[in-house]
Structure formats: structure tokens, C-alpha cells
């Protein structure tokens, strides 16, 4: 014969047990908060970084063009960005290694929170002698090369 304990003991099982699933339910929330916080903070920078990269390309890439020595005569090397981004700054160190060596380039913005992002790089200076001539060496007749692509579509 199965003897249960009287109403009373059981009474204080139930209430246990409730305080344990709200202690778990205290903690899981927590963690979430916890881990939504630290996937904000690090979104933000990866935001940030992104934003650094596309600067540090366009800068660069405006040193290529330009050439070292024609882009330290037209621009400045350091500054504020234009607006949207008037709250970065930049800096660019050029050094030459001698006459007919790379440039040494060192591209460095500085985002709104105080972080510094930087690339180096090596760019050859351009000879204004040695500009490409760019035409084609063979002039190209576009419509003969139509009226060539009509007729072959027209046989088949």
C-alpha cells in the first residue's frame, strides 16, 4: 500500500519549485541581455572599421593616381574629411627611398572615438616621360564590325 505524506509537505514542494524556474528564467534573461549588449558594441566597431577601410582606400587610391609627388603638392596630408565624415580626421606620411625606389605611403585616419586606423604601402612615383600612349594599334571600324555581327546572325 503506497502512503502519501499529508497536504501540508507537498504545499512547500510547489513553491520551491517556482522559485527555482524564476531563478533560471533571472539568469537566461540576463544572458541575453549580456550577449544583445556585446553584439551592439561590436557591430558598432565593425561599422566603424568598415568605414575606416573605405577611407583609407579612397585615400590611398588617390595617391596612386596622382602620383606621390603631384598629390603632396595638390592636397593636404592632413586634415578633417569632408561632411558626412567632418568627425574623422586623416594623415598621410610620404618618404622616398631614392630616385627610382617606391614610395614609401602610410595612410592613418582617426575615427570620432579617438581609434586609429592605418595601411602602409609601397607606390611607384610616375614619370611624366613615360606616360602610355593609349590608342588602339589598329584603328577599330565599329560598323563594319555591326554589319559583320548582323550578317553572321542573319546566316545562323
Same mark, same amino acid.
Given at each position: ?18 522559485? $527555482?524556474?524564476? /531563478? #533560471? ?7 541575453? *541581455?549580456?550577449?544583445?549588449? !556585446?553584439?551592439? =558594441? ?12 573605405a577611407? $583609407?582606400?579612397? /585615400? #590611398? ?5 596622382e602620383?606621390? *609627388?603631384?598629390?603632396s603638392? !595638390?592636397?593636404? =596630408? ?26 614609401? *605611403? ?9 581609434v ?39 546566316n545562323?
Open positions: 500500500m503506497v502512503t502519501r505524506p499529508p497536504f501540508a509537505a507537498r504545499r512547500g514542494f510547489a513553491l520551491i519549485d517556482a522559485i $527555482l524556474g524564476g /531563478l #533560471l528564467l533571472a539568469f537566461g534573461l540576463a544572458a541575453v *541581455v549580456t550577449l544583445s549588449q !556585446r553584439c551592439l =558594441v561590436m557591430l558598432q566597431r565593425g561599422e566603424r572599421e568598415a568605414m575606416a577601410s577611407l $583609407l582606400d579612397e /585615400l #590611398l587610391g588617390q595617391v596612386v593616381t602620383g606621390p *609627388v603631384d598629390f603638392r !595638390r592636397r593636404a =596630408v592632413a586634415g578633417q574629411f569632408e561632411a558626412p565624415w567632418n568627425d574623422w580626421s586623416f594623415a598621410i606620411d610620404l618618404s622616398s627611398n631614392g630616385e627610382g625606389d617606391a614610395w614609401d *605611403v602610410v595612410a592613418r585616419v582617426q575615427d570620432s572615438n579617438g586609429e586606423h592605418r595601411c602602409a604601402t609601397k607606390v611607384s612615383a610616375r614619370n611624366v616621360n613615360d606616360e602610355p600612349e593609349r590608342k588602339p594599334e589598329q584603328p577599330i571600324d565599329r560598323k563594319d564590325r555591326f554589319e559583320r555581327k548582323k550578317e553572321a546572325m542573319k545562323g
